[in-house]
């Protein structure tokens, strides 16, 4: 569950900044600059401490009147600097929000989980899963399997329908194993403005699957996309990219031609005796065990 935590962790620093997942997104950054309240404050202490040395140390209480004037010349310079990276970086966003393209990558996670996929496929997957409640499916090895043994050309990507515009899905060990010998359990999907935004994790690396929105979605197009993999995606993984999308993609055609496929299960603490945790939850839920229909 920490996952899942992580995810809603970074989901609300998104959630924090743009109202919803369509349009153009603002992609979260750290916060270098001291609030001002905060400042003034460490100003009037500074000014507090040269005037009580005024009297027995004007040297001292000079000095520091002077320490204070050039941090505030400082934080002035970088104050003006901040702005105008802010500008350029509001620049470059607006840039890659209007690029379309194929996703096509494997990338490193690096320590934990960071945002190490291409930021607006990460955005826009944290949105579309946060505003539609948390939800993960997880899918037994028998559902796995019978995705698997399924034609994936029989598979109609016009007539797929997905419950929820974002889904944490997760698989057993063993369908998916990359180059390195890393299973790829948890799987990414979203649909937003258009587009499918696909990528997987093996918990170090990430597969990014993903399809611009103006591309039609078909499996010839997908295959014509291995023809042009880049050069990371080889062997192993390229079977693994083929593996995922026939587990979300089939999943979700199972989702849409069958009558309550999906069941809403609660999500149950590890220990009774902690106290209940405050704010949103992630909710649980399964593929391929018919029982009732999730109301959202």
Not at 5 to 17: E, G, P, R, V
Not at 58 to 78: G, K, M, T, Y
Not at 263 to 286: F, H, Q
Request: proline share 5%; glycine share 6%; aromatic share 8%.
């Amino acid at each position: 569950m920490s996952y899942v935590k992580d995810l809603m962790a970074a989901a609300a620093k998104w959630t924090k900044l743009n109202p919803s997942a369509s349009g153009t997104l603002k992609v979260p950054r750290d916060e270098f600059l001291v609030e001002s309240d905060d400042l003034d404050r460490l100003f009037a202490d500074f000014e507090k401490t040269a005037r009580k040395r005024a009297a027995n140390d004007p040297a001292r209480s000079a000095e520091i009147l002077a320490n204070l004037e050039r941090v505030r010349a400082q934080h002035d310079e970088f104050v003006t600097a901040q702005r105008l990276i802010r500008e350029h970086e509001d620049a470059v966003e607006n840039s890659v929000n209007d690029t379309e393209g194929s996703g096509h990558a494997k990338l490193d996670m690096g320590s934990g989980y960071a945002v190490a996929t291409t930021p607006l496929v990460l955005g826009r997957w944290c949105l579309a899963w946060a505003y539609a409640g948390y939800n993960v499916f997880e899918l037994s090895n028998d559902f796995v399997a019978a995705m698997l043994l399924t034609d994936p050309r029989e598979i109609r990507f016009d007539d797929l329908r997905t419950p929820f515009p974002g889904i944490l899905i997760t698989i057993p060990s063993g369908f998916a194993t990359g180059i390195e010998g890393l299973p790829y359990t948890k799987l990414h999907l979203s649909y937003v403005d258009g587009a499918w935004n696909l990528y997987a994790t093996d918990g170090t690396h990430v597969l990014d699957t993903s399809v611009g929105k103006r591309q039609a979605l078909s499996w010839d197009f997908l295959e014509s996309l291995e023809t042009e993999e880049p050069e990371e995606i080889t062997g192993a993984d390229a079977d693994v990219v083929r593996t995922i999308r026939q587990i979300a993609f089939g999943m979700l055609a199972y989702v849409t031609t069958v009558d309550r496929a999906v069941e809403e299960r609660a999500v149950t603490t590890r220990s009774k005796k902690r106290p209940r945790e405050e704010g949103p939850r992630p909710r649980s839920t399964m593929s391929g065990a018919p029982s009732r229909s999730i109301r959202s």
